[in-house]
């Protein structure tokens, strides 16, 4: 069974443009949640996707968007980039048998350069 | 809000010897679960061991095993017969059973070399 696949690997961007990375989940999995990990924030709850809608977000400016399609596939969308967008952006996924007990499988990341 | 705090930065053990990674948190809500992720170079989180605070028996999977104290609110991981691919950072986390199953709050992160 493939894993959570994140691309890119690695993007560099500069500053005033925007970017757009992807997340598969694992198959059959229907949630996906997006974090950002910085040395100085750590691993930081971004948002939250289940069939397509959002269901949970966390404490980051309008600034940073996703959508989740059909086959669970998700997007994060950052616009206008600054220099502190510079980071990992994790992607995880869970089955979600509507409990909080299906344990999250992350992927390995994008890292994304802001210049 | 819930908080997680690991203080120990950095941490050395020796191959085959045992270590113990600490990490307290802070909450109101009685029911939860904690876990341990594990991030080597590869960037990807790995799940090391989990535990649901309803459950007073500790969590053990295979060389990893926690002391979960709920009262203290402390769950510190050991690792047993340390091996040279435990290297990496490990991250305490929490999750609430209220509300979206996905949400984590991590603690900062305690790396681990391990030396031969």
């Known amino acids: 069974k493939a894993g959570v696949t994140q691309t890119p690997r690695y993007l560099i961007k500069t500053r005033g443009q925007q970017v757009t990375l992807s997340c598969s989940p694992i198959s059959g999995h229907r949630s996906v949640s997006w974090y950002q990990q910085t040395p100085g924030q750590g691993l930081q709850f971004l948002f939250e996707y289940f069939s397509e809608t959002q269901r949970n977000k966390g404490n980051f400016p309008g600034r940073f968007s996703g959508r989740q399609f059909s086959n669970s596939r998700s997007e994060m969308n950052v616009s206008t980039l600054e220099l502190g967008d510079s980071a990992l952006y994790l992607c995880?996924?869970?089955?979600?048998?509507?409990?909080?007990?299906?344990?999250?499988?992350f992927g390995n990341g994008t890292r994304l350069t802001v210049t | 809000a819930q908080t997680v705090t690991q203080s120990q930065p950095e941490m050395s053990v020796q191959e085959a010897e045992t270590v113990t990674l600490s990490c307290t948190y802070d909450?109101?809500?009685?029911?939860?679960?904690l876990f341990w992720y594990k991030q080597p170079p590869s960037r990807q989180m790995i799940l090391v061991i989990r535990?649901?605070?309803?459950?007073?028996q500790n969590a053990t999977e295979n060389r990893f095993s926690v002391n979960f104290q709920k009262a203290a609110k402390s769950f510190s991981l050991k690792i047993s017969d340390s091996q040279l691919g435990d290297a990496a950072m490990y991250f305490c986390?929490?999750?609430?059973?209220?509300?979206?199953?996905?949400?984590?709050?991590f603690g900062t992160g305690t790396r681990l070399q391990v030396t031969l």
């Open positions: 909450t109101s809500e009685s029911d939860y679960y």
């Open positions: 986390a929490y999750r609430s059973t209220a509300g979206t199953a996905s949400k984590l709050t």
């Open positions: 535990q649901e605070a309803y459950k007073q």
């Open positions: 995880a996924s869970s089955r979600d048998r509507g409990d909080s007990n299906s344990p999250l499988h």
